[in-house]
């Protein structure tokens, strides 16, 4: 099994997870110390290659201690049931919100499947083991992780989904952004918003966003994909993003009611994304796996209509 690992700060490795059977799409980070955690697992298709990594780190079966989620969703915690029990000491750290879910995840997988449908589920996610209630402990907002020697901080970062963290490594000072920011492959000159349903929320994205840039040092750690060091630049970037996608969506809906319309007015907006023009012969397609244009449209419209939802009911009282 391919295990291609790569040192990103002080005491951090990225696993790259192979998320989709590609390279740099989807890391794990582990954090060595006396208590080695783990900072996302990737989903279960990618298990075997996270335990080639750790093994190439000298992580052992029973030397694991933490696996740390930023949130459930499958590309980033699919595979924390079947990591743990090849791990069996590891204590699973997630948001309180996101708890219940990875001891049951039916709904997390029905709620998958009506966005990615079966084929795709079972491609890119593979099944969805649950983790043990006993060994998972839930996060909010100010909560730290003790890992011997080092600490993560775990502050709550709401939009892209209401069950996200980020987390502050206290030797380092690196975020791990979870999809907080965004995505943003390392070979691609392109900061894609992630706005999936049900969650996605823009002013909590906008606030999640200037939590990170507030609380970090010198380094973000991207789920998809690495380390950023520019941390101001790629902030700014993240809020015009996130900001520029809804707006297209808002206006694509004065227009049309139909979803594929709008779709293709925000596939649009994402050519403008790409920062060096057309010339640089960029396939945008690539990025549909990560996170996808239509998915991206279906969370952005849900956050309309709710957002219209509440405005009315406003009015009325
Ligand atoms: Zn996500």
Redesign the pocket.
């Known amino acids: 099994m391919d295990a291609v690992v790569f040192e990103v700060a002080d005491g951090i490795t990225a696993i790259d997870t192979f998320y989709g059977g590609r390279e740099r799409y989807t890391a794990a980070y582990l954090l060595h110390g006396n208590e080695p955690a783990i900072v996302e697992t990737g989903p279960t298709t990618s298990v075997p290659h996270v335990v080639a990594g750790l093994e190439r780190l000298g992580v052992g079966p029973g030397d694991l201690a933490h696996i740390v989620l930023t949130?459930i969703?499958l590309?980033?915690a699919g595979g924390a049931g079947t990591l743990c029990d090849r791990f069996p000491n590891a204590t699973v750290w997630v948001h309180e919100l996101g708890a219940p879910h990875l001891a049951k995840p039916d709904r997390l997988v029905a709620s998958a499947t009506r966005v990615y449908g079966e084929r795709q589920m079972a491609s890119l996610f593979g099944p969805v083991t649950p983790v043990h209630a006993q060994r998972i402990r839930g996060l909010s907002d100010g909560d730290t992780i003790r890992l011997g020697g080092r600490s993560l901080f775990a502050a709550a970062t709401p939009g892209?989904?209401k069950h996200?963290v980020a987390l502050v490594d206290s030797t380092s000072g690196a975020v791990f952004t979870?999809?907080a920011l965004g995505i943003h492959p390392p070979d691609l000159p392109v900061l894609r918003p992630?706005t999936?349903p049900p969650d996605y929320d823009l002013g909590l994205a906008v606030r999640s966003i200037e939590r990170i840039r507030s609380l970090a040092g010198e380094l973000l750690l991207f789920s998809h994909f690495g380390p950023v060091m520019e941390v101001e630049r790629i902030c700014d970037l993240a809020v015009k993003r996130f900001r520029d996608w809804t707006e297209a969506v808002r206006i694509a809906m004065e227009r049309t009611t139909d979803l594929d319309e709008i779709v293709e007015l925000l596939e649009e907006e994402a050519e403008r994304d790409v920062e060096t023009g057309s010339q640089a012969g960029i396939d945008l397609g690539r990025l549909e796996i990560l996170s996808g244009v239509r998915m991206n449209a279906m969370g952005i419209v849900r956050y309309w209509q709710k957002r219209r939802e509440r405005e009315a009911e406003a009015r009325e009282r």
Do not use: F, K, M, V
Request: glycine fraction near 10%; avoid cysteine.
């Open positions: 949130h969703h590309d980033h892209h989904a996200q979870g999809d992630a999936p």
